[in-house]
C-alpha cells in the first residue's frame, strides 16, 4: 500500500502559480496518481491523473519525476476560487481499498 | 446529464435508529463507494463495491451495512452500532476499481438529535 504524504496548508496570492508535493516514496510499478479538489460541503473532484512525466489539461498539470516517488500540482495563475482542499492518491486498477486512502489533504488558501 | 444522486442533504437520526442514506448513480459505473467525513479530516472509506450483489469493507465498517442489488444504487445503513454517526457521508462511483477517477456525490450531512 502506498502511503501518501502532503504538506498540510499552503497559502498564495491570486495570479500566482501554486505547486504541491505529494510524497509516495512506496509507490508500485502499476500504481497511478490521482488529484482531487474539495470545497467545504461538496464531495471532491477529479483534477488530474498520471502515470509518468507530464500531463496536463485545462485546469492544472502534473509533473512526476522519473523515480515516481513523489509528483506535483501545479495549478497556473490562481483565483480566490481555488481555495480548497487538495487531496494526493496513489493506487493501481486492480481494484480493492489500495489507494482509496485520502488522508487528510493539503488546504490552499488564495488571498488577494 | 449524468451523475451521482444522494439523498437527503440533511439527516437527523434519534439514538437506537437506523437510517439509510440513499446513493443513485446512471454513469452505468460498476465500482461505488461510500466514505466518512469528520470536521477537518479526510474521507475514510466505509464499504465499496466492485459489482452488482458484491462489496467489501472499507477501513470503519463496524456499525454500517450495504447493499447492491441494482448496478445504480448503493444505499448505506447506518445502524444503531455505530455509536459515533454525526458525519459527512459521501458517495462515489468509478467506471472501475483501483485508480480509476471516481466521481462523487454532494454529501449528506448526518446528525444525531
Known amino acids: 500500500l502506498a502511503k501518501t504524504t502532503q504538506p498540510i496548508s499552503m497559502d498564495s496570492y491570486e495570479g500566482q502559480e501554486v505547486n504541491i508535493t505529494c510524497s509516495h516514496n512506496?509507490?508500485?510499478?502499476?500504481?497511478?496518481i490521482t488529484w482531487y479538489q474539495q470545497f467545504p460541503s461538496q464531495g471532491p473532484r477529479f483534477i488530474i491523473q498520471g502515470y509518468k512525466t507530464k500531463v496536463t489539461n485545462e485546469v492544472a498539470s502534473l509533473f512526476i519525476p522519473a523515480d515516481r516517488k513523489s509528483s506535483t500540482l501545479s495549478l497556473p495563475r490562481v483565483s480566490l476560487s481555488d481555495t480548497a482542499v487538495y487531496y494526493c492518491l496513489v493506487g493501481d486498477e486492480g481494484g480493492g481499498a489500495d489507494g482509496l486512502t485520502f488522508g487528510k489533504g493539503t488546504h490552499l488558501i488564495i488571498q488577494p | 446529464d449524468g451523475g451521482i444522486t444522494q439523498s437527503p442533504k440533511y439527516l437527523f437520526r434519534k439514538e437506537g435508529q437506523n437510517v439509510t442514506l440513499s446513493c443513485e448513480q446512471n454513469l452505468n459505473h460498476d465500482a461505488m463507494y461510500w466514505y466518512r467525513q469528520d470536521p477537518g479530516q479526510g474521507l475514510r472509506l466505509i464499504y465499496y463495491s466492485q459489482i452488482v450483489n458484491d462489496f467489501q469493507k472499507g477501513d470503519i465498517a463496524e456499525g454500517y451495512s450495504v447493499s447492491r442489488e441494482k448496478k445504480e444504487s448503493f444505499p448505506l445503513t447506518v445502524t444503531s452500532a455505530q455509536k459515533n454517526p454525526t458525519a459527512f457521508y459521501l458517495c462515489a462511483s468509478s467506471k472501475g476499481g483501483g485508480n480509476q477517477p471516481q466521481h462523487f456525490g454532494d454529501g449528506t450531512r448526518l446528525s444525531i438529535l
Open positions: 512506496n509507490i508500485a510499478t502499476n500504481d497511478y
